[in-house]
């Protein structure tokens, strides 16, 4: 899969920039503050309908315009689509190939996308939240339908709290929306660890690409949704747990046990890496969950796209060329945004875009050439 | 203070109406004032007649002109079998398949912690009523969302002890959809409730 062309109309704090894309390895490559983000939320946004930053309304639409609009040419097994997403202050038009789509469905099966930003490292060292956050994306990703059942169980799960806040709970309606948290979290559970065990194996293969040999880290979901291979019994687990909870939940009026509180551990040399990872460990970990989701996204069949946000100073030199080695290997398109490209060290020279952001507009210059054994050349672009 | 306007008041009003923006409404205004007097008439006096005279069923808590309502005095209906719905207007679309008989129960909206509203809130207490008067089965035709399904949970955990059926109707594919057309989360529902052969 592969987005041929990107452009956007005032979108963020740019006019117009047109990028183009049609090459594998897509490098947007400027200043800071110059909009090669913006462009790489631009994807984003095509492939998940979110932004991974600010997203009301009157920061995504320039100042003064009346709409924002971004405009994706997709290549795809089904050949060239054209992806159209428009917001106004508060509505929003899709459309795909001109017409205009009202259900989510055929959208998200367009485009799929994984994204890593310098802020993931938090799934690593922050909070459970960021950890099934995580979890629940890359299910979401795997089958767009996940998403539907994490709103569900949210929903679900705000009325239980509403309910337990009213003076006296109908013991009747508290059963009813239990119920209904047993029958969704056992789904949930059961994605989540499907996700899982489709991540092993690529994650513990992609950290030892990045890191080189070591021992191989571990994932392991802890809290009622462990090991959830079989809904009935997890359904089972998880309404035993809220039987002997009742009592509590109902004194501190909240409820207090669910899939909505289980954490994704990562073992690193045998140790919690929540904890115990330095910062420089947190970033290859994180790194090495993206790629196993695209590994894992390639085994389904999918070729998704992989976003990586200022690849900077991420890793150190030799991680990094070995990252960069392991891109030019993924079954799909490669977006990377970084203030320096000699930071990524060698690049394949063939099938690159190297694009530079300036000002919010986007020029393509010619792609990297390297004189045979001599350094990486980048031929100077002009804007 | 300058003298109301008559037409910006219309427009004003009229912009109040679900789904009625403010150039819709001017729209209707406009459109009004080319009309002979007796179209606005006909509409302002249907308009006053509809608060004034309708009233809501004592049985079924349905909108009706006259209680109980013409469904309630209906002798032909079959009572053993209540549909129990969230609107006045879902009636409606079950009516027109024609291939009910039985009762209605109006519920008056669906359990919502999260907006205050509870059993006592919606007609339960006068659905649980109805049932002593031979009721066999009671069809739950809520909306398929998450305050729809538990409110459908709820029912039939206070209804089946009474030793009556307690059905959902059925979600899924519409009929006239292709499979490959249908969208994800019909499929998704259908799956989960296929039926045995």
């Given at each position: 899969m592969r987005l041929r062309g990107l452009t956007v109309t005032d979108w963020r704090n740019a006019a117009r920039a047109e990028v183009d894309a049609d090459a594998r390895l897509v490098v947007l490559h400027g200043e800071n503050a110059q909009g090669k983000t913006n462009l790489l939320e631009a994807v984003w946004l095509l492939a998940t309908?979110?932004?991974?930053?600010?997203?009301?309304a009157s920061r995504l639409i320039r100042e003064g315009a009346a709409e924002a609009r971004i405009t994706g040419e997709l290549l795809g097994q089904d050949g060239p689509r054209r992806l159209e997403w428009r917001r106004q202050p508060d509505s929003r038009e899709l459309r795909i190939d001109g017409q205009l789509i009202h259900q989510l469905g055929p959208w998200f099966a367009q485009l799929r996308a994984v994204l890593f930003c310098p802020e993931h490292t938090q799934i690593v060292r922050g909070d459970p939240e960021a950890r099934r956050a995580f979890l629940d994306r890359a299910a979401f990703t795997a089958r767009p339908a996940h998403l539907e059942l994490v709103t569900d169980y949210g929903r679900v799960l705000k009325q239980k709290a509403a309910l337990l806040r009213e003076r006296r709970a109908d013991p009747d309606q508290l059963a009813t929306w239990d119920a209904e948290l047993v029958r969704l979290g056992a789904k949930l559970a059961v994605r989540r660890q499907q996700v899982l065990d489709e991540l092993e194996g690529p994650f513990a293969e992609a950290h030892g690409a990045i890191v080189g040999a070591g021992p191989a880290p571990r994932l392991e979901l802890r809290g009622v949704g462990a090991a959830a291979r079989d809904e009935a019994e997890v359904a089972g687990r998880f309404a035993e747990l809220l039987a002997r909870a009742a009592p509590e939940e109902r004194r501190r009026a909240q409820p207090l046990c669910g899939p909505h509180r289980d954490d994704l551990l990562l073992h690193l040399e045998g140790r919690d890496a929540r904890r115990f990872a330095s910062q420089g460990q947190a970033r290859a970990l994180v790194l090495a969950l993206k790629l196993a989701e695209v590994e894992a996204a390639r085994r389904r069949g999918q070729r998704p796209l992989f976003l990586l946000d200022?690849?900077?100073?991420?890793?150190d030199r030799g991680r990094m060329e070995r990252l960069v080695r392991r891109l030019d290997t993924l079954p799909g398109q490669v977006w990377i945004t970084t203030t320096d490209p000699a930071w990524l060290g060698p690049l394949p020279g063939e099938d690159t875009a190297l694009v530079r952001v300036s000002g919010g507009v986007a020029t393509r210059g010619p792609a990297p050439s390297r004189p045979s054994g001599g350094p990486l050349v980048y031929e100077p672009t002009s804007a | 203070m300058s003298q109301p306007d008559p037409l910006r008041r219309c427009i004003v009003q009229l912009s109040r109406l679900p789904g009625v923006g403010e150039r819709t409404a001017a729209r209707y205004a406009y459109w009004l004032l080319r009309q002979p007097p007796a179209v606005a008439e006909e509409l302002g006096q249907a308009i006053l007649t509809l608060s004034a005279s309708m009233t809501r069923?004592?049985?079924?808590?349905d909108v009706a002109a006259q209680d109980p309502c013409r469904r309630c005095a209906?002798?032909?209906?079959?009572?053993g079998l209540i549909c129990v719905v969230e609107r006045p207007q879902d009636i409606t679309a079950i009516e027109r398949s024609g291939e009910f008989r039985g009762r209605f129960h109006v519920l008056d909206g669906a359990i919502s912690p999260m907006e205050g509203v509870g059993p006592d809130q919606l007609t339960v207490r006068q659905l649980l009523a109805r049932l002593s008067g031979g009721a066999r089965e009671v069809l739950v035709a809520t909306d398929p969302d998450v305050e729809g399904d538990a409110t459908a949970l709820y029912l039939a955990r206070l209804i089946k002890p009474l030793g009556l059926r307690v059905t959902r109707l059925a979600h899924g594919i519409a009929v006239g959809t292709e499979l490959e057309y249908a969208d994800r989360s019909s499929v998704a529902r259908a799956l989960e409730h296929r039926r045995e052969l």
């Amino acid at each position: 899969m592969r987005l041929r062309g990107l452009t956007v109309t005032d979108w963020r704090n740019a006019a117009r920039a047109e990028v183009d894309a049609d090459a594998r390895l897509v490098v947007l490559h400027g200043e800071n503050a110059q909009g090669k983000t913006n462009l790489l939320e631009a994807v984003w946004l095509l492939a998940t309908l979110r932004s991974f930053r600010e997203g009301r309304a009157s920061r995504l639409i320039r100042e003064g315009a009346a709409e924002a609009r971004i405009t994706g040419e997709l290549l795809g097994q089904d050949g060239p689509r054209r992806l159209e997403w428009r917001r106004q202050p508060d509505s929003r038009e899709l459309r795909i190939d001109g017409q205009l789509i009202h259900q989510l469905g055929p959208w998200f099966a367009q485009l799929r996308a994984v994204l890593f930003c310098p802020e993931h490292t938090q799934i690593v060292r922050g909070d459970p939240e960021a950890r099934r956050a995580f979890l629940d994306r890359a299910a979401f990703t795997a089958r767009p339908a996940h998403l539907e059942l994490v709103t569900d169980y949210g929903r679900v799960l705000k009325q239980k709290a509403a309910l337990l806040r009213e003076r006296r709970a109908d013991p009747d309606q508290l059963a009813t929306w239990d119920a209904e948290l047993v029958r969704l979290g056992a789904k949930l559970a059961v994605r989540r660890q499907q996700v899982l065990d489709e991540l092993e194996g690529p994650f513990a293969e992609a950290h030892g690409a990045i890191v080189g040999a070591g021992p191989a880290p571990r994932l392991e979901l802890r809290g009622v949704g462990a090991a959830a291979r079989d809904e009935a019994e997890v359904a089972g687990r998880f309404a035993e747990l809220l039987a002997r909870a009742a009592p509590e939940e109902r004194r501190r009026a909240q409820p207090l046990c669910g899939p909505h509180r289980d954490d994704l551990l990562l073992h690193l040399e045998g140790r919690d890496a929540r904890r115990f990872a330095s910062q420089g460990q947190a970033r290859a970990l994180v790194l090495a969950l993206k790629l196993a989701e695209v590994e894992a996204a390639r085994r389904r069949g999918q070729r998704p796209l992989f976003l990586l946000d200022d690849l900077t100073s991420e890793l150190d030199r030799g991680r990094m060329e070995r990252l960069v080695r392991r891109l030019d290997t993924l079954p799909g398109q490669v977006w990377i945004t970084t203030t320096d490209p000699a930071w990524l060290g060698p690049l394949p020279g063939e099938d690159t875009a190297l694009v530079r952001v300036s000002g919010g507009v986007a020029t393509r210059g010619p792609a990297p050439s390297r004189p045979s054994g001599g350094p990486l050349v980048y031929e100077p672009t002009s804007a | 203070m300058s003298q109301p306007d008559p037409l910006r008041r219309c427009i004003v009003q009229l912009s109040r109406l679900p789904g009625v923006g403010e150039r819709t409404a001017a729209r209707y205004a406009y459109w009004l004032l080319r009309q002979p007097p007796a179209v606005a008439e006909e509409l302002g006096q249907a308009i006053l007649t509809l608060s004034a005279s309708m009233t809501r069923c004592s049985v079924c808590c349905d909108v009706a002109a006259q209680d109980p309502c013409r469904r309630c005095a209906d002798p032909d209906r079959d009572d053993g079998l209540i549909c129990v719905v969230e609107r006045p207007q879902d009636i409606t679309a079950i009516e027109r398949s024609g291939e009910f008989r039985g009762r209605f129960h109006v519920l008056d909206g669906a359990i919502s912690p999260m907006e205050g509203v509870g059993p006592d809130q919606l007609t339960v207490r006068q659905l649980l009523a109805r049932l002593s008067g031979g009721a066999r089965e009671v069809l739950v035709a809520t909306d398929p969302d998450v305050e729809g399904d538990a409110t459908a949970l709820y029912l039939a955990r206070l209804i089946k002890p009474l030793g009556l059926r307690v059905t959902r109707l059925a979600h899924g594919i519409a009929v006239g959809t292709e499979l490959e057309y249908a969208d994800r989360s019909s499929v998704a529902r259908a799956l989960e409730h296929r039926r045995e052969l």
